[in-house]
């Protein structure tokens, strides 16, 4: 067996070049580190809506998939034209069938503090509600 000196090792002399590139390399890794746990990532649900007048009240009326229903009941913020709007689910309707036999729920959203230009009969909306906030890292995994 042979046995390796680990004092001349550690105490061996580089050449300055070779300790640069080392903490080059060190100080990327660190960044590529820090980028991936540290930078958030929000996805969104985007839908147009119609604003309706039913029962002597203007709501919002969204389509939506059912496996896209969770996202519209667990937050009550709602984003129109680039603000931020909070809402409370008035009514959820049965589900409606189209001709390809695709099932939608209709809500109804109460919207909180709307601006009134938008409460017009069939006034059609584009929206995004927040699915998802995630550290990069879970979007790679």
Same mark, same amino acid.
Request: charged share 20%; aromatic share 20%.
């Given at each position: 067996?042979?046995t390796?000196?680990t004092?001349?090792?550690? *105490?061996?002399?580089?050449? !300055?070049i070779?300790?640069? !590139?080392i903490?080059i390399i060190? !100080?990327f890794t660190f960044?590529? &580190?820090?980028?991936? &746990?540290?930078?958030n990532?929000?996805s @969104? &649900?985007? #839908?147009?809506?119609?604003?309706? /007048? +039913?029962d002597n009240?203007?709501y919002?009326k969204?389509?939506?998939n059912?496996?896209d229903i969770h996202t519209?009941l667990?937050?009550?913020?709602?984003?129109?034209n680039?603000k931020?709007?909070?809402?409370?689910?008035?009514k959820?309707?049965s589900?409606?069938?189209?001709?390809?036999?695709?099932?939608?729920?209709?809500? @109804?959203?109460?919207? &909180?503090?709307?601006?009134k230009?938008y409460?017009? *009969? *069939?006034?059609?909306l #584009?929206i +995004?509600?927040?699915?998802d906030? +995630?550290?990069l890292?879970? /979007?790679?995994?």
């Amino acid at each position: 067996m042979h046995t390796i000196d680990t004092y001349i090792l550690l *105490n061996k002399k580089q050449s !300055f070049i070779i300790k640069i !590139f080392i903490y080059i390399i060190i !100080f990327f890794t660190f960044l590529v &580190f820090y980028i991936l &746990f540290s930078l958030n990532y929000t996805s @969104y &649900f985007y #839908s147009n809506s119609n604003i309706v /007048y +039913k029962d002597n009240d203007y709501y919002l009326k969204i389509v939506v998939n059912p496996k896209d229903i969770h996202t519209v009941l667990n937050n009550n913020i709602i984003i129109i034209n680039n603000k931020k709007y909070m809402y409370q689910i008035y009514k959820i309707d049965s589900s409606d069938v189209n001709n390809n036999y695709n099932s939608k729920e209709i809500i @109804y959203l109460n919207i &909180f503090n709307l601006e009134k230009y938008y409460y017009v *009969n *069939n006034n059609e909306l #584009s929206i +995004k509600i927040v699915r998802d906030k +995630k550290v990069l890292i879970d /979007y790679l995994k």
